[in-house]
C-alpha cells in the first residue's frame, strides 16, 4: 500500500486522474493512459506505486497540453426548454506549463521525455 495515500479516502484511478486538471479528461483519454501505464481501469489509488501515480498523472498533463485552446459555447432549445454550455480558451502559457510539469515528474522518475518536433522552413 502507498504509505502517502494511507491517511486519505481511497478513490479509483479514473477520480484521481480527473481530479489532477481543471480540464474535463475524456473518457478514451483515462483509457488510453491506463492502458499504457498497464494499470487496470477501477483500480484504487491504495493499491499503486508513487511511480504509477506520477507517470499517469503526468500523461494526462500532456493530454492536456495537446487539447485544442478553445472551445465555443454551444446552446440547445426546445420550445420552453433551453440549455447552453459555456466555452473556455486556454493560453499558451497554460500549456507550457502543463508540459512543465509532465516533464518534472517523467524526470524524477528517469523516464524519457518526449521533445516536440521542430519544423525548419528554408525559403529558396
Not at 8 to 37: P, Q
Request: charged content about 35%; some cysteine; hydrophobic content about 35%.
Amino acid at each position: 500500500m502507498n504509505e502517502e495515500l494511507s491517511h486519505t479516502e481511497d478513490m479509483t484511478i479514473e477520480d484521481f486522474l480527473s481530479g489532477a486538471t481543471a480540464y474535463e479528461i475524456a473518457d478514451n483519454a483515462l483509457k488510453r493512459v491506463l492502458v499504457k501505464r498497464k494499470i487496470a481501469f477501477g483500480t484504487m489509488v491504495s493499491e499503486l506505486t508513487e511511480r504509477q501515480l506520477d507517470l499517469a498523472t503526468a500523461d494526462i498533463y500532456m493530454w492536456c497540453a495537446s487539447t485544442p485552446s478553445s472551445k465555443n459555447d454551444t446552446e440547445d432549445s426546445d420550445g420552453g426548454w433551453k440549455h447552453k454550455e459555456g466555452g473556455w480558451q486556454t493560453s499558451a502559457y497554460d500549456k507550457r506549463q502543463l508540459r512543465e510539469m509532465a516533464k518534472e515528474l517523467y524526470e524524477k522518475w528517469d523516464e524519457e521525455v518526449v521533445k516536440g518536433t521542430k519544423i525548419r522552413i528554408v525559403n529558396f
